[in-house]
């Protein structure tokens, strides 16, 4: 819980371009507790032909440790994940800033759907291809040169988009390295945008998808009837809340505001969500 406290000031000073455009349209209601509107849930899950189920993975189904390398799933809860995404009415998809490789290495969950990259590098086969990666690299290196004498800052070589962790970074250097980061946006001009998850930026060319655009994207290829729940603990995810506006929208943590309807404490409480789930469609 400690991780989380701490984890939900961070995205405070940055917010990515698009849940900063939507939050001056329309400002979030408080979201109430899932568990709270389980009944109402249950019998739409019941009802509904195909049930598309967004997992975001680092936060939402694991809690975030100092190193994101230690992340991995539980044996129980990846028997849990694998039966429902194993059911016939359910597609699940994993949805995630990692790479696609490394989520999938780390879910190993048969049956799924896995979204890397914020949904540009998809296991069904759809991955982008940007014209702009060779300013992007350049870009890339400078800031490696610019930040090699941080502490604690680690530069992520993301293939499409590069990361900047600061999760391990003293305070003072985490302000130096966002410097470093202002200074990268500029040089590498309106082409590229700045995304600011937990403890980390990411800088990715402007035609790169969000978690929001991959949503949409798959919930295109499902007939009517058909029942989305999306649970996410990031500012990432806030963009895929506040385009699935008819669907279970799930954010996981503490937090001020939220695009979502309804929250969960913790990747505990996800699970014994996922439980009750799996219940109702038994
Ligand atoms: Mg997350």
Redesign the pocket.
Known sequence: MKNHKRSDKESEGWRTSATAKKSQTKRPKEPRHLFSAWSNIARRARRARAIVLFL?????LVR?RQNPKEVLLGKSERRLLSRLAGHPRVTMCFI??RRLADLRRRARVKGALYFGLHGSERSDGQTASLPSAGRLRKGMEWVREQVRSLPGIRVEDKGICFGVHYREAPEETVGKAKSVIEKVLERLGPDFRLMA??KIWEIYPSQMGNKGIAAQDLLRQFPRRKLAIYA???T??EIAFASLKSSVTIR?GKFRETHAKYFLRDPAEVLAFLKKLEDTLV
């Open positions: 975001d993975f680092d936060g939402t975030l995630s800033g998850g937990k996410g603990d990031d990432t995810d996981v």
